[in-house]
């Protein structure tokens, strides 16, 4: 009987000792996953950052360029009306002179 017991005790052991072990291998695979995925997480946000400074540059160039658009627009508006009149009043001209 005492030899049964200690045979159970040792095999308890050699569990014990089995268990601590893989449990410690687990513990360090997850630690090394926790590692890789923060290292990742960092330079994803460094590439997202990069990305949103360029598209923010990038973002002040098309709006300069859309206020100089509507500058020229407006100019180009106001040439076309004072081309209209012109032409107007060269067409009245022509009419009374066709009139005489």
Same mark, same amino acid.
């Given at each position: 009987? $005492?030899?049964?017991?200690?045979?159970?005790?040792?095999?308890?052991? !050699?569990? +014990?000792? /089995?268990?601590?072990?893989?449990? *410690? =291998?687990?513990? +360090?695979?997850?630690? !090394?996953?926790? %590692? %890789?995925?923060?290292? *990742?997480?960092?330079?994803? #946000?460094?590439?997202?950052?990069? #990305?949103?400074?360029?598209?923010? +540059?990038? =973002? #002040?160039?098309?709006?300069? $360029?859309?206020?100089?658009?509507?500058?020229?627009? +407006? =100019?180009?508006?106001? !040439? #076309?009306?004072?081309?209209?009149?012109?032409?107007? /009043?060269?067409?009245?001209?022509?009419? %009374?002179?066709?009139?005489?």
């Amino acid at each position: 009987l $005492e030899s049964l017991r200690d045979s159970h005790v040792a095999e308890l052991e !050699r569990l +014990a000792r /089995e268990y601590a072990a893989d449990l *410690g =291998n687990k513990e +360090a695979g997850i630690k !090394r996953f926790q %590692e %890789e995925v923060m290292k *990742g997480s960092s330079s994803s #946000i460094d590439d997202l950052m990069s #990305i949103i400074a360029a598209l923010k +540059a990038e =973002n #002040i160039g098309i709006r300069e $360029e859309n206020e100089l658009k509507s500058v020229g627009l +407006a =100019n180009l508006e106001g !040439r #076309i009306k004072d081309l209209l009149t012109e032409l107007s /009043e060269k067409e009245a001209a022509w009419c %009374e002179g066709e009139e005489k």
